[in-house]
């Protein structure tokens, strides 16, 4: 069965460092997702990406994040100059069609610990 | 503000027993409602839709009612095994839109 796969699993950096967050979507799918998840708290849409473009994107999505699709399989996350609080699970998900039939599949996450 | 509540932070019944999760919400008006399982370090795994014009949506020991007037959607597993012991999140969507608000999640343990 087709899954959603992200590299890496886990990520330690320094805080004012760069990550990049890889995934690479269900290959017919044409909606991406990124959400993060708080250890102990609730996932939290960051932003979805249409037809090359970001179509919504939350109010955690500031300046310091940034997505793409480098190529017809990867999706990317990048945070620019990483703080304390983004330390977090990173899902991303994506769905064959959007809004009432929305069913997104989502990934296993990169966990991301920021020092 | 939007609040998404889910009725309790962990719910544990007897193996065979139904179990029954609350998902509660305010100053929203979805267009669809979608459960989530999540296991422990695991992304969350899609269970069932349903729209807000749809009452009821059954799928195998899975039930889902939706009332938009109550605001609130129940989640029903019949028959539970300890292999549905897990994380159930809800999650709300608007027409139009790929932002999908998630509640905290009800854990759940079902006990041999």
């Known amino acids: 069965e087709p899954e959603v796969t992200q590299t890496p699993s886990h990520q330690v950096t320094q805080m004012g460092q760069e990550v990049i967050l890889r995934c690479v979507p269900i290959s017919n799918h044409l909606y991406f997702y990124w959400y993060r998840q708080i250890l102990g708290q609730k996932v939290e849409f960051l932003v979805s990406f249409y037809n090359n473009e970001i179509s919504e994107k939350s109010e955690i999505f500031d300046d310091q994040f940034s997505v793409e699709r480098p190529d017809g399989s990867n999706f990317t996350l990048k945070i620019r100059s990483t703080k304390l609080e983004d330390s977090a699970m990173y899902f991303c998900?994506?769905?064959?069609?959007?809004?009432?039939?929305?069913?997104?599949?989502f990934g296993p996450g990169t966990r991301l610990t920021v020092l | 503000s939007q609040k998404i509540e889910q009725n309790s932070e962990a719910l544990n019944i007897q193996e065979g027993k139904t179990a029954t999760l609350t998902c509660n919400y305010t100053?929203?008006?979805?267009?669809?409602l979608q459960w989530y399982r999540q296991d422990p370090g695991r992304g969350p795994v899609f269970l069932l839709l349903?729209?807000?014009?749809?009452k009821e949506k059954r799928k195998e020991r899975l039930k889902v009612t939706f009332d938009t007037t109550l605001k609130q959607s129940l989640f029903h597993i019949t028959a539970s095994q300890p292999a549905d012991s897990a994380t159930y999140l809800c999650a709300l969507g608007r027409l139009g839109n790929n932002d999908m608000r998630f509640g905290a999640g009800t854990r759940l343990t079902v006990k041999p």
């Open positions: 100053n929203y008006s979805p267009a669809y």
């Open positions: 349903i729209r807000e014009n749809e």
């Open positions: 998900a994506s769905s064959a069609t959007s809004g009432r039939a929305n069913e997104q599949f």
